[in-house]
Structure formats: C-alpha cells, structure tokens
C-alpha cells in the first residue's frame, strides 16, 4: 500500500512541476510580447524603456517631415502638444500619413534618444486621433494644447 501512495505524490508533485513551467513560459513570453504606449511627454521625461518596445503616438508636426533622398529613411517629429519626439522610420509609410495627423508608431529609443519606429500607423479618416493620443492630450494643460 505504501508503494502506491509514493508513486501516487510522486506523480501530483511531477504534474505540479510540469504545470509550473508551462505557466512560467507561458507569462514570459506573454510579457516579451507586452508593448506599452507612451506620450512624447512620457519619453522626454524619461519614462519610456530604453531597451524594449513600446508604442509612441502623437500628431506629426506640420513642416518636420524631412524624406533622405536616397532611399526610404523619413524623419519627423512627433508631438502630444507639450513635447516633441523626433521619429525615424525606414520603409513605406501608409498612404494616409501627413503632416497633422495622428500616429501610432511602434519601436525603440536610439542612444541619441532618437525613436527608431519599425511600424507606423494611421487610420484613414481626417478627424481620427488614436484613442491613446486622445486620452494622453486631454490630460495635458490647457496652454500646453494652445
């Protein structure tokens, strides 16, 4: 009788085990997928991670579109009508990108505090704000928005 009750708590304690693991790779790889969205507020100041993707969004400032001429490198700035972000991109940006409108950028931060976006978003109606830039504009002051 005794055999059995061993092998029995042996076999709990191994699904146990096996349990662990599986929850473990499962939360890690769900946290190395896990991308934040930040302000250019929240980057200036020094919120943003330095070395793991996150989502930066804002209006693109009317004038700081500047194409390279070789090539399909495009530097803009980003504002949430506090601060400023300069982007660069490299590929094919939506046809409805332009200066004034709301943008969703995905990336990383250089060392020369520089985003580097690997994927830039914008939807198609001229009245359309990314419902986070919306929400980090209200919260900023009034005179900040003039």
Known sequence: MRIIKQKRLSLILLMVAGISVAVFFGLRAFNDNLMFFFSASDVVEGKAPK??????GGMVVKGSVVRQPSGLTVRFVLTDMAKEVTV???????DLFRE???I????????????????????????YMPPEVAGSMKNKPAEAQK
């Open 51 to 56: 070395d793991h993707l996150f989502r930066l």
């Open 88 to 94: 660069e991109y490299t590929g094919i940006l939506p």
């Open 104 to 127: 969703v950028a995905n990336g990383k931060l250089d060392a020369n505090r520089v985003f580097i976006a690997q994927e830039v978003l914008a939807k198609h109606d001229e009245n």
């Open 100 to 102: 004034g409108q709301g």
